[in-house]
């Protein structure tokens, strides 16, 4: 299975022009660096491995994953429990950070 996955993401890879654009779904292929870098100033919900979730603006983002955000809000079981100013994230408890369309 695993090894499956990895030829189609190979194939999928080689498929892409020169330009980074895939012809299938029109989207560009960037880096993960290239798109955290994009959502510095912007909505953001950082998901820890705890469960727990911060969102905020993301100020920035170091070598370590470690992220900072301003305006932060934290929610447990998609229940607001606390509001902070200026959050540092250390790295190894992110899941994930994903952009948010507006803040809620």
Do not use: C
């Not at 020169?18 to 989207?27: D, P």
């Amino acid at each position: 299975w695993y090894q499956r996955r990895v030829r189609e993401a190979v194939v999928s890879t080689q498929s892409t022009g020169s330009s980074g654009i895939n012809a299938e779904y029109g989207v560009r292929k960037q880096t993960p660096n290239e798109f955290l870098k994009q959502l510095i100033g912007r909505p953001v919900m950082v998901k820890l491995s705890s469960g727990v979730d911060y969102r905020g603006i993301f100020a920035n983002l170091d070598g370590y994953m470690n992220v900072i955000l301003e305006q932060t809000e934290e929610y447990m079981n998609g229940e607001l429990k606390n509001k902070y100013g200026d959050t540092f994230i250390r790295g190894n408890n992110v899941l994930y950070i994903s952009p948010q369309r507006k803040r809620l």
